[in-house]
């Protein structure tokens, strides 16, 4: 007779071992590991903004470093940026259908951050947060 075997539960289980890293993901991590980034496609997903309220969207980022992270999104097609004639002239900030299919991953990896890590990082903008109830 046979043992019946127990299976792991899905947070356990261990993935199938890579000798070599994954070039979609090396990709996806280079563009990500990028400071402000996840947060800035975060604030776009309320919709097309311009740039001082896209600041106020993502408080303690510095008009330098919004300006360079925009400019690379909108090199990989994720943010579009629209200049509508004036006066004044303003220029508008929205995802593209490649940013918006972000979004996805973008929302899983918020319930996995608020259920895995410690929300006790004074440095996270907006500041800590109370532990979320199980």
């Not at 309220?53 to 994720?78: K, Y």
């Not at 918020?110 to 890590?117: G, K, N, P, Q």
Request: hydrophobic share 40%.
């Amino acid at each position: 007779m046979t043992t019946p075997q127990r299976s792991q539960p899905a947070h356990r289980s261990r993935p199938q071992q890579q000798t070599e890293p994954i070039p979609a993901l090396i990709r996806a991590f280079a563009l990500l590991g990028n400071r402000w980034t996840g947060l800035i496609i975060g604030a776009l997903a309320k919709g097309p903004t311009g740039f001082a309220q896209m600041r106020e969207r993502v408080p303690g980022i510095s008009d330098s470093m919004l300006a360079d992270r925009l400019q690379e999104l909108t090199a990989v097609d994720l943010v579009n940026r629209a200049v509508r004639p004036g006066p004044p002239t303003r220029t508008l900030y929205a995802l593209t259908p490649h940013g918006n299919a972000f979004l996805i991953p973008l929302a899983a990896l918020t319930v996995w951050a608020e259920d895995h890590l410690p929300a006790s990082d004074a440095r996270t903008p907006g500041g800590p947060r109370p532990p979320a109830p199980h």
